[in-house]
């Protein structure tokens, strides 16, 4: 069994200051985990993804996820919010194989100017 | 990189007619590919799993029989929403897995129906 929690629903910051996105995964398995953006009706785009390399994982657009194993954690960084940043985002976790993979309710995030 | 398309990207339709989505793997094959459906200001729900000549394996509450899926090659797998209703109004995005050691799935750029 498996399962992703996203600790917030709605994250808002100032242009310019640190973002940070939190993900907590369960998993029977060693897991793939990914962060997906999504801005408005659109499609999935992949920020990052870890799967058992390095623990700290750089994604597009400045992007950093760092998978903590003791913590089940897999919290999305960013040092600078830019506006273009404003979106749904997407914690994933992946059992591996063909398997399903299980979504997180998804965090948006609001840039203000 | 592998890139997945959807066709159509928006399609309006009347109540009790069918819709037919595609989903095309571009530049590689994929034996396995995935249909969800987002409901407004929700996450992703899988509704199925599609491997390519069998049948698709679907998810608990999803009707078979309403949302019929085809995966006839490698690179193509259809969602049919078959009598459609305003209630099926939603976000259909489809992904597909390269397969091998990857667990990447590939996500379509998603379609939006709209059942009047």
């Known amino acids: 069994a498996q399962s992703v929690t996203q600790l917030d629903s709605h994250v808002s910051v100032s242009e310019g200051t640190p973002v940070l996105l939190r993900c907590n995964y369960s998993s029977s398995y060693s897991p793939s985990l990914f962060w997906y953006v999504q801005h408005p009706n659109k499609g999935l785009q992949l920020l990052l993804k870890y799967t058992s390399a390095a623990t700290l994982v750089k994604g597009i657009n400045g992007f950093e996820a760092e998978f903590k194993k003791s913590e089940t954690s897999f919290h999305l960084t960013k040092p600078s919010a830019h506006m273009s940043d404003a979106a749904e985002y997407f914690c994933v976790v992946s059992p591996g194989g063909y398997q399903k993979v299980t979504f997180g309710t998804g965090t948006k995030l609001q840039v203000i100017p | 990189g592998a890139v997945v398309s959807q066709h159509p990207s928006r399609v309006i339709c009347k ?11 571009l530049d590689f094959q994929a034996t396995t590919m995935f249909w ?4 407004p200001k929700q996450s992703l729900m899988l509704m199925a799993t599609s491997n390519e000549g069998s049948k698709a394996t679907y998810e608990q509450g999803v009707e078979k ?21 305003p209630e099926d109004s939603s976000f259909y995005i489809c992904s597909a897995m390269a397969g091998g050691q990857s667990t990447e799935q590939f996500f379509g750029p998603g379609t939006r129906l709209t059942v009047l």
Do not use: M, P, W
């Not at chain 2, 029989?65 to 078959?82: C, E, G, P, R, Y």
């Open chain 2, 15 to 25: 109540s009790g007619t069918s819709v037919k989505i595609e989903c095309r793997s």
């Open chain 2, 36 to 39: 969800y459906r987002q409901f």
């Open chain 2, 65 to 85: 029989d309403k949302f019929l899926i085809n995966h006839a090659s490698l690179t193509l797998s259809t969602l049919t929403v078959t009598s459609a209703h």
